[in-house]
């Protein structure tokens, strides 16, 4: 079965960097790996998307240019680079997946980064605090 597992989140000054990590396991090699991020009181909200086989990637406007998503296929395992982290990005830090994605539901995704309905697995997310 589809497990993923996030991990790497903690405590972290402004202008800190953290790097989180998301484990798949169970996953086919054709899908796309999102990262979501939830804070108290607020709606989830997508962060960053990367698909197989596709150049480009999705990352939300709040985070262009200082988060970094890439995948390591090897290990089955998503990365998403955060630097200068602001209070704004404390959050719960969610990974999901969707397997086997057309390339028509791919290209769909990245240009728009895909909503929660679009991954059908989620993990159990890991906290990062910015303060």
């Known amino acids: 079965h589809v497990q993923l597992v996030e991990s790497g989140g903690g405590l972290v000054q402004p202008g800190g960097s953290l790097r989180l990590s998301c484990a798949a396991s169970g996953v086919s090699d054709n899908n796309c790996m999102a990262w979501f991020r939830q804070a108290p009181g607020k709606e989830r909200e997508r962060v960053s998307v990367?698909?197989?086989?596709?150049?480009?990637?999705y990352y939300a406007d709040s985070v262009k240019g200082r988060f970094t998503i890439s995948q390591d296929n090897p290990k089955n395992t998503v990365y998403l680079r955060m630097n200068s982290l602001n209070p704004g990005d404390a959050a719960m830090y969610y990974c999901a997946t969707r397997l086997n994605p057309t390339t028509a539901t791919k290209r769909r995704i990245i240009a728009y980064g895909g909503r929660e309905i679009d991954f059908a697995y989620w993990g159990q997310g890991t906290q990062v605090t910015v303060s």
């Open positions: 990367i698909c197989a086989g596709i150049t480009e990637t």
